[in-house]
C-alpha cells in the first residue's frame, strides 16, 4: 500500500468493509441462506447502522447492532439474507462524527452448488 499524507490516519477514522473473515462471518453455502456480515466504526462514528439491500425488485433494510466495542472502533453486525445467486448491498450510517452516510456498498454472490464453488464477495 502507498500512503500519501494523511490517507492511512483518514482510512482509521472511516467507516470500513471488505470481503474478508474480519468482516464476513458467516457465508451462505446455497442460494436461501443468509450472510452475517460487520462494519468496522471509529467508536462514536455512528449512532445507528443499516444494511440496506434488494430482493425480489424491493429495498429493503436490516438494523445492525453493535457486535464489538473498543477504545478506538465499533464493530456492527448485521445478517443479509441471499435469495439469489448476487445480492447487492450498501450500509447506512447515521448519527455521530460521521453524520450520515449511504455508501460502503458491495455485492454477495454464492455460487452454484452443482459446480461446487463457494460464496464470494465481490467489488
Same mark, same amino acid.
Given at each position: 500500500?502507498?500512503?500519501?499524507?494523511?490517507?492511512?490516519? !483518514?482510512?482509521?477514522?472511516?467507516?470500513?468493509?471488505? *470481503?474478508?473473515?474480519? %468482516?464476513?462471518?458467516?457465508?451462505?453455502?446455497?442460494? *436461501?441462506?443468509? !450472510?452475517?456480515?460487520?462494519?468496522?466504526?471509529?467508536?462514536?462514528? !455512528?449512532?445507528?447502522?443499516?444494511?440496506? %439491500?434488494?430482493?425480489? *425488485?424491493? +429495498?429493503?433494510?436490516?438494523?445492525?447492532?453493535?457486535?464489538?466495542?473498543?477504545?478506538?472502533?465499533?464493530?456492527?453486525? !448485521?445478517?443479509?439474507?441471499?435469495?439469489?445467486?448476487?445480492?447487492? %448491498?450498501?450500509?447506512?450510517?447515521? *448519527?455521530?462524527? =460521521?453524520? %450520515?452516510?449511504?455508501?460502503?456498498?458491495? =455485492? =454477495?454472490?454464492?455460487?452454484? +452448488?452443482?459446480?461446487?464453488?463457494?460464496?464470494?464477495?465481490?467489488?
Amino acid at each position: 500500500m502507498t500512503v500519501v499524507g494523511d490517507e492511512r490516519a !483518514a482510512a482509521l477514522t472511516e467507516p470500513h468493509h471488505d *470481503g474478508s473473515e474480519l %468482516y464476513v462471518l458467516e457465508r451462505p453455502d446455497d442460494v *436461501g441462506g443468509r !450472510a452475517t456480515i460487520r462494519l468496522r466504526t471509529p467508536r462514536g462514528g !455512528a449512532e445507528q447502522v443499516w444494511l440496506r %439491500y434488494v430482493t425480489d *425488485g424491493e +429495498p429493503r433494510t436490516a438494523e445492525a447492532v453493535v457486535d464489538e466495542e473498543s477504545g478506538s472502533e465499533t464493530w456492527w453486525r !448485521a445478517d443479509l439474507p441471499v435469495p439469489n445467486a448476487l445480492v447487492r %448491498y450498501r450500509w447506512l450510517v447515521d *448519527g455521530g462524527s =460521521a453524520g %450520515y452516510r449511504a455508501g460502503l456498498g458491495r =455485492a =454477495a454472490r454464492v455460487g452454484s +452448488p452443482a459446480r461446487g464453488t463457494q460464496p464470494q464477495h465481490v467489488a
